[in-house]
């Protein structure tokens, strides 16, 4: 289309996309783009490839569901994303993006300092009218002499800024619970891969200690399993699966041991003449069965294992919803009488919702998670009753009045998902010094 519409715009493209084998003779774009990409761009334009990189506003989010409800979008209301850097040095064999821009020990940083970071969220804070950050780094706390100015800056300004981050559990590790609570990091994605895996950012670490000690200080965990590594059997899956589900996170996203091109698990497996030639690169995403012949468990087991990895864990630790309400809670009670006011001001900011339309979704999940798993509803019911008793009459109207109508959504959705109900991103277009051609 663009070379019909445009003959003599040049075509670029980059991204993990880029990694595709002979991806040249696929499209017919003028340049293909490996790795970083601004330093490219800039080269190619003329310009100074060493010059300060202006970050662009972006928003983690869009159109949020939550319970079949929509969420509403309000400024301020989804965390700005930020680019610290790109690449990670631990170089996991499955890894795309350590691939992709150097692979193990090497990584891109865009912002070297902890000030430089400071002034980019600060901006943001102002144009977005902001107050919380997804940085979307590979391994944030990785950097932590960087982690350690940017909280300096953050104390000397009074800052209350919340973060999500990405960090290994030995990065983790490398800070004070006190460390973490102060820098405002209130989510973390921790790798769990798998308890017999020799990756080096695992190594020594215990994992399931470390999420628990993690949400009592309210940071909530988002682990990530992978079902299908080498070791995985029909007979010992089960077993790694209810490992992982043990850890009881506030979040977990199971995926498929994948090879990806561009990774040095695609070059192994490629080597060794096991990857599937009828797989669609669409279907290359860890969410549906292998792209790789295992030597234990089939493409269709891989499938069923995945889908009762995530039954698994939703029954025996409740909707994610609940247990990040419990988490906040604890958060809450810890440290609403803290000595630094920037800790207990963004708690008092994440714990506002208790008081009105989480627990009237506690009140939903406990009445629908009776069919599911009577004892954690039961939990869940003990946890609304605790916030009710922290927030008193606000809280328990909320339920009341407000329980009913996430109820009856979630039921609604579930007949509407299966009966082939789908929601789709909208197309967003972006232009930075756009000017029109006279010709068109």
Known sequence: MVRELSPQSAIVVGGHVAAIPAIEGMIDAGHIVRGEGIRWMREYLGEDPDAPIQHPEIVSGLQTRILGVRLPEREGGTAATIIPSVGCPMGCNFCTTSSFFGGKGKFVNFFETGAELFDVMERMETSLKVQTFFMMDENFLLHRERAMQLLRRMKQAGKSWGMAVFASA???????????????????????????????????????KLTHELQEHGIRVQGSTIIGLEHHTKDNIA????????????????????????????????????????????????????????????????????????????????????????????????????????????????????????????????????????????????????????????????????????SWTTRREEKRLPAGKTYEPPMFLERTNWEVSPEL
Not at 323 to 350: H, I, N, S
Request: glycine letters at 6%.
């Open 170 to 208: 030995n990065a983790i590790r490398k800070y004070t619970l006190r460390e973490l609570v102060d820098l405002g990091i209130s989510w973390i994605w921790m790798g769990l891969e798998s308890p017999r895996s020799r990756y080096a950012k695992l190594q020594g670490a215990d994992t399931r």
């Open 239 to 406: 077993g790694e699966i209810d490992y992982a589900v043990e850890h009881g996170t506030d979040f977990h996203q199971f995926m498929l041991y994948t090879p990806v091109p561009g990774t040095p698990l695609y070059q192994e497996m490629s080597e060794q003449g096991r990857m599937l030639k009828d797989v669609e690169l669409a279907d290359t995403h860890g969410q549906h069965k292998f792209n790789f012949r295992h030597t234990a468990i089939s493409r269709d087991d891989s499938k069923r294992f995945l889908d009762w990895a995530f039954r698994r864990d939703f029954e025996r630790n409740g909707p994610s919803l609940y247990r990040m309400c419990r988490t906040t809670l604890q958060g809450w009670l810890r440290y609403k009488d803290y000595p630094d006011a920037r800790v207990r001001e963004r708690f008092a900011r994440e714990a506002a919702k208790l008081r009105s339309v989480y627990n009237a979704a506690l009140w939903a999940m406990e009445n629908l998670f009776r069919e599911v798993n009577r004892s954690v509803s039961e939990e869940i019911r003990a946890l609304r009753c605790e916030v009710e008793k922290e927030f008193g009459a606000a809280a328990q109207l909320a339920a009341r009045l407000g329980g009913p109508l996430p």
